[in-house]
């Protein structure tokens, strides 16, 4: 029975409001036995926030989208350097530049492009993809091009962030301020140029995969490409079909070329190659059912493979065999080649390139195939150790990127420390989006959080989904600060490793997955401890009681907190990274991450629905052109 049971109906028509609007408060304080005062707001508080999300690629278009949808009264930037949208995908404009998965796994769940020109979708169209999506959903409103982040300041007393934010355009430094700070720079951001004696000498044309000079004409010329990974799998035959160029590949690292990935899927889908006629992309907009069958084999075929990453499975030593009969078969005509590129490490080891047409071009009359190490280069030519001098006129260094490292500008949390001091001998986070030290700030692709196999774009909804969440708890609760705890991020890295032993991962060779921040590290940083399935079950609740809290009105205390998480913080680097100070621990402490089991999921093991989350039931569809019209979340507010 209610206390209030029913009303005349001229009392309901009175108003329940103040003049102000204000909901009536909690009456004469002098009645309240306590100093306790009710927070006059209704249960959801929608209190204001402000976010500010660093770069537009996949990430934060992602943020673009979700954020306006499911949260209310929060105001949103969105700081992007580059002159367009699209991250990697507008920065990468090399020739063959490509997706090296299947673009059908390489989009947003809930819009699917029917109209990919090939199974490896070249950049451009990845970029207009991303810009198209962008406008379709008005995320472009909170995006700010041409504004380059130059520094991040974590103020304790009030619970900001100070943003430095330079206008590329106007030259103007802009100053601002959010409640939360969100990361979302990517993994590949940073590219990395080689270093060797005499570089800056060099006086022909000089580029790196990931700055490109549209303008410079490779016709006829002299061209020496330095590295031997995706991007230089992706170059070097492009351009050896250009007119009369002469090209010399300075190859220091073995590697695995696999063959397309998926390549099963193509009779039974008509395809005789990588390219998708325009009957096939006609049927996929006329049949919706046999688009949806065509997305899902893709999504399955590359969920179906996590066994490939995990040593002594058969998968992962049939696929050995493959891999060496594919090679030797394309590299018949020159075996010398084939030796030399022949690893002894199991294929995934370095991120492994399909790479349609590296192999034939390495056998051309115009390329020539070198493995003695660069020595040093000098005005037109480049010096390697056999004694031999090599006459170039333009250079490609495909030299890769700077990857968990800290961004190129500086990031402070609590008590001055930087992100760059922290990550000094690793980098560290907490499940992938969360780092010690750094209150209210979240990263979206951080250390640990690239896929070894799988759709990565799923990764990325599911991480955005996760930090939402935390923004809605910090909006929600009246929370100023709220940072992991240093001993689940110590979990997270002590379980990291312990996954990696029996992958292909951890076998002898060099990847951008690897710590290269100390001598000898050998630690996984690059890549997330398990299949995307299992991701993707990780990220589907927060665990809460991984985070400590400051409440606004209340003190923060958590200094005493702070000097006893840092004794467990030496005592479990003592245990896992060997970085650790001062003596060791008597007693191991219990790994609470633990629960995050052996990096399968069960519908992994027991091979059904390995593709579920496209599923009509699963998909949540934002609304276009605005998703805060989406009518779930006006009748009832988002929450975590």
Not at 141 to 161: A, D, N, P
Not at 400 to 421: D, M, N, Q, W, Y
Not at 589 to 616: C, V
Request: charged fraction near 25%; include cysteine.
């Amino acid at each position: 029975m209610s206390a209030v049971p029913d009303l005349p109906e001229e009392a309901r028509e009175l108003s329940d409001t103040l003049p102000n609007g204000r909901y009536i408060s909690n009456g004469d304080p002098k009645n309240v036995p306590t100093a306790f005062q009710l927070n006059d707001t209704p249960i959801e508080n929608f209190r204001p926030l402000k976010v500010i999300v660093i770069g537009a690629g996949y990430s934060g278009i992602y943020c673009g989208i979700r954020i306006p949808e499911r949260l209310r009264n929060v105001e949103l930037v969105i700081y992007e350097k580059n002159a367009g949208v699209g991250g990697t995908w507008y920065e990468n404009r090399y020739p063959g530049c490509a997706c090296d998965i299947p673009a059908h796994s390489y989009q947003f769940s809930f819009e699917p492009n029917l109209d990919w020109s090939s199974l490896y979708a070249p950049a451009p169209e990845i970029q207009a993809y991303l810009e198209r999506v962008t406008k379709k959903y008005s995320a472009d409103r909170f995006i700010k091009l041409s504004h380059q982040v130059t520094g991040c300041r974590w103020e304790e007393k009030t619970g900001k962030w100070h943003v430095s934010v330079k206008n590329l355009n106007t030259g103007e430094e802009i100053q601002d301020t959010a409640d939360v700070l969100v990361s979302a720079r990517g993994g590949l951001n940073n590219y990395a140029w080689p270093e060797i004696d005499g570089f800056d000498t060099f006086k022909g044309e000089v580029m790196h995969s990931a700055k490109w000079n549209e303008d410079y004409n490779f016709t006829n010329k002299r061209i020496g490409v330095i590295g031997s990974g995706s991007s230089a799998i992706q170059i070097v035959p492009s351009l050896q079909r250009l007119p009369g160029t002469k090209l010399t590949t300075f190859v220091r690292s073995k590697t695995w070329i696999s063959p397309p990935f998926s390549h099963h899927l193509w009779s039974e889908y008509g395809l005789s190659a990588t390219s998708i006629p325009d009957e096939l992309k006609a049927k996929f907009h006329g049949d919706p059912e046999f688009y949806e069958k065509f997305r899902l084999a893709v999504e399955e075929d590359g969920n179906g493979i996590h066994a490939v990453t995990i040593k002594g499975t058969e998968m992962q030593k049939g696929a050995m065999a493959m891999f060496e009969k594919h090679m030797k078969e394309r590299l018949a005509p020159a075996p010398h080649i084939f030796k030399a590129l022949l690893p002894s490490f199991s294929p995934g080891c370095r991120r492994l390139t399909p790479g349609p047409g590296y192999l034939e071009a390495l056998t051309q009359p115009n390329v020539d195939f070198v493995t003695a190490p660069i020595i040093r280069i000098s005005e037109s030519m480049v010096h390697t150790d056999d004694g031999k001098v090599h006459e170039i006129d333009a250079l490609v260094c495909a030299t890769g990127f700077h990857t968990a490292s800290a961004p190129p500008f500086c990031v402070t949390g609590r008590h001055g420390l930087t992100i760059e001091k922290k990550w000094e001998k690793r980098a560290t986070s907490y499940l992938s989006h969360s780092t010690s030290d750094f209150p209210n700030h979240f990263m979206m692709l951080g250390p640990n959080s690239a896929i070894g196999s799988g759709s990565l774009t799923m990764m990325i909804e599911s991480l955005g989904d996760y930090i939402i969440r935390c923004v809605r708890k910090i909006q929600k609760e009246n929370i100023k600060s709220m940072v992991v705890k240093k001993e689940r991020e110590e979990d997270f890295i002590e379980y990291s490793d312990a996954y990696f032993q029996k992958t292909v991962f951890s076998d002898e060779c060099q990847s951008w997955y690897r710590n290269k921040k100390k001598e000898g590290g050998n630690e996984v940083v690059g890549l997330w401890p398990g299949s995307t399935l299992h991701c993707i079950e990780v990220m589907r609740s927060n665990r809460w009681e991984d985070f400590d809290y400051v409440y606004f009105g209340e003190d923060d205390n958590s200094g005493s907190e702070e000097d006893g998480a840092a004794d467990t913080t030496a005592e479990a680097l003592q245990l896992t990274n060997g970085n650790g100070i001062g003596k060791k621990p008597k007693k191991r402490r219990h790994n609470r991450m633990a629960w995050l089991g052996n990096g399968y999921s069960t519908n992994e093991l027991e091979k059904h629905d390995l593709a579920w989350y496209l599923y009509p039931e699963f998909l949540d569809k934002p609304v276009a052109p605005l998703p805060e019209e989406k009518t779930t979340y006006q009748k009832r507010a988002f929450s975590y």
